[in-house]
């Protein structure tokens, strides 16, 4: 066997012999780490080091890189380090380790107002491609859906059917839970503080618009965009990983109608669903913890809540919810396209879907009040 590799220090004069010997190999990784660590912090103790490899028994890349890194620190710190003892087998690959040139390390640009402008011009670049991207997108969207209102034996019901059980009802008991749970978070909340001023019962109508209006599709458009957004995305990444868009495109067909446009209708369709499940599941939560926490009996809360909406609430709600699924579909979509040909990119266009899903439909939620506080609905 071998033996393991040390580096024994020899005073000559004003100067050091440092003897290596031993098997320099990677199999001693650990053990020659520390040992050249220990030897490099000799730089500058003495004027004159000599590295005599000549009782090295065996030397690989790995030990000849560590050899050479040693030659470097030490002459570095104002020694003069040479490397001696060399046999005919090793000096070539010392040479060409030699060769290789440290790397300086990058030294941040400095901050100003050019790099500044610069930095904000790539970002709106960044985010007028988006908005092209999704306008291409609606457009591609829209224009196949027309074709195959032309042409509905174009339609692949199989696939929309496949996509609505698992963008919709298989959401139904997450979506109902956490909605259960948020509406009795409100109705707590709400009954605690108005207890103050003795008004607990109009935590109904605050539970009821909130539901109704802002919270349910909010709230479920956010899981949504999630949970089948995220899978979306994937889903179409993997296959431009795999070249199987592409190949669908050499078949003949259209990937916006074969892939897209079923998945973009089963959202459509699926997600008013689920914002009248979550809106009936938040109310039920809130009515529940008004009778066991605020008192409020079943009735009352019944009573109230039908004096204190209107249908206009309820269809405010609907109204928002197709139109958030085309918004998280679009999304989801078109990051699945832009993914490249490795996995760190499926999972960052994964990551980005999600991020710009959430936030459009925060934002149309905001356009929405806007526009139903404008015409007074």
Request: proline share 4%.
């Given at each position: ?299 009352s809360f019944l009573t109230r809540l039908r004096d204190a909406l209107s249908i206009n609430h309820f269809v405010v709600g609907l109204i928002k919810a197709p139109v958030m699924a085309m918004v998280i579909g679009i999304v989801a979509c078109v990051e699945g396209l832009m993914v490249q040909g490795s996995a760190e990119s499926l999972g960052q266009h994964t990551t980005s879907s999600v991020v710009k899903g959430i936030f459009l439909v925060i934002v149309m939620d905001g356009v929405f009040a806007i526009f139903f506080a404008t015409i007074g609905v």
């Open positions: 066997m071998d033996g393991g590799p040390t580096l024994e220090q020899i005073a000559k004069g004003d100067g050091l012999a440092l003897c290596a010997a031993g098997s320099w190999t990677a199999r001693f990784a650990p053990d020659l780490e520390k040992i050249v660590a220990d030897a490099e912090r000799l730089t500058g103790t003495r004027p004159n080091i000599l590295i005599d490899v000549s009782q090295v028994s065996k030397l690989d890349t790995f030990g000849a890189w560590l050899i050479e890194r040693l030659r470097r620190t030490l002459n570095a710190g104002s020694s003069d380090a040479s490397i001696a003892g060399l046999s005919a087998n090793y000096a070539d690959l010392v040479d060409e380790v030699r060769r290789v040139k440290p790397v300086a390390p990058a030294t941040p640009p400095a901050m100003t107002l050019i790099s500044l402008l610069d930095g904000l011009g790539r970002v709106m670049a960044g985010v007028g491609e988006t908005a092209l991207g999704l306008i291409d997108m609606m457009g591609a969207v829209l224009a196949a859906f027309f074709a195959v209102l032309i042409r509905p034996r174009r339609l692949r019901l199989t696939s929309v059917v496949h996509h609505f059980e698992q963008v919709c009802l298989r959401a139904v008991p997450i979506v109902a839970l956490i909605t259960f749970l948020i509406g009795c978070i409100i109705a707590q909340q709400g009954i605690f503080h108005f207890r103050k001023f003795g008004a607990d019962v109009f935590v109904v109508d605050m539970l009821g618009v909130l539901v109704l209006r802002e919270i349910g599709v909010l709230l479920v458009a956010i899981m949504v965009a999630g949970r089948s957004g995220s899978a979306y995305t994937a889903e179409l990444g993997s296959m431009k990983m795999r070249e199987e868009i592409d190949a669908l495109r050499t078949m003949g067909f259209d990937p916006i109608e074969v892939l897209i446009l079923p998945r973009m209708l089963a959202l459509v369709v699926g997600l008013p669903f689920l914002t009248f499940i979550g809106a009936m599941s938040a109310l039920y939560g809130g009515g529940l913890v008004a009778w066991l926490y605020g008192g409020v009996d079943p009735e």
